[in-house]
Antibody, heavy 116, light 107 residues
Framework: QVQLQQWGAGLLKPSETLSLTCAVN????????WNWIRQPPGKGLEWIGE???????NYAPSLKSRVTISVDTSKKQFSLKLSSVTAADTAVYYC??????????WGQGSQVTVSS | DIQMTQSPSSLSASVGDRVTITCRAS??????LNWYQQRPGKAPELLIY???SLQSGVPSRFSGSGSGTDFTLTISSLQPEDFATYYC?????????FGGGTNVEIK
């Protein structure tokens, strides 16, 4: 049973870089794609991007200029960096696995607040 | 990008009611449509994948149907634990996109 454990800084100032990491416990790492998804307060889900074990990535066009997703297969971890954050980036950020063509499971979520 | 439109955005229903939520894609996505349930303060959980396949452990009162651009999630008899927000999501093409969500509230 795979579990995702995520962590990272929760409070940022505008223009700083958001950094989150997700560890995959149990199951295969190389067979799947690994995603970051966010949810602004009171709003819906927004897909940020994904990476596979080789480092191949896909990003949401709206965030592509500011997003970097990287992978460390030796640690079974993947990470998100989002640069030049603003208040609009305040959200709960989730890591999640793509299993075939659906997203399951999800991490517990990390609240990230951007405030001066 | 493929736009996913859910309706209604919210609904009030009673325990035992039959509930139907619809999801429309801006272009054909074949059967690449998934549904998630999110309870307050929790991460979303996969409910139905590939339009109509029930995720392991999900009660049989949940069902999904559709193809192409129009999809439906049905709860045959609403239970107290079903009050939550439901999201559809297409996996036909990148970027992955979600519907805006349907909040199912207690009447």
């Amino acid at each position: 049973q795979v579990q995702l454990q995520q962590w990272g800084a929760g409070l940022l100032k505008p223009s700083e870089t958001l950094s989150l990491t997700c560890a995959v416990n149990g199951g295969s790492f190389s067979l799947y794609h690994w995603n970051w998804i966010r949810q602004p307060p009171g709003k819906g889900l927004e897909w940020i991007g994904e990476i596979d074990h080789s480092g191949s990535t896909n990003y949401a066009p709206s965030l592509k200029s500011r997003v970097t997703i990287s992978v460390d297969t030796s640690k079974k971890q993947f990470s998100l960096k989002l640069s030049s954050v603003t208040a609009a980036d305040t959200a709960v950020y989730y890591c999640a696995r793509t299993h075939h063509n659906w997203i399951d499971p999800w991490g517990q979520g990390s609240q990230v607040t951007v405030s001066s | 990008d493929i736009q996913m439109t859910q309706s209604p955005s919210s609904l009030s229903a009673s325990v035992g009611d039959r509930v139907t939520i619809t999801c429309r894609a801006s272009q054909s996505i074949s059967s690449f449509l998934n549904w998630y349930q999110q309870r307050p303060g929790k991460a979303p959980e996969l409910l139905i994948y590939a339009t109509s396949s029930l995720q392991s452990g999900v009660p049989s009162r949940f069902s999904g149907s559709g193809s192409g651009t129009d999809f439906t999630l049905t709860i045959s008899s609403l239970q107290p634990e079903d009050f939550a927000t439901y999201y559809c999501q297409q996996s036909f093409s990148m970027p992955l996109t979600f519907g805006g969500g349907t909040n199912v509230e207690i009447k």
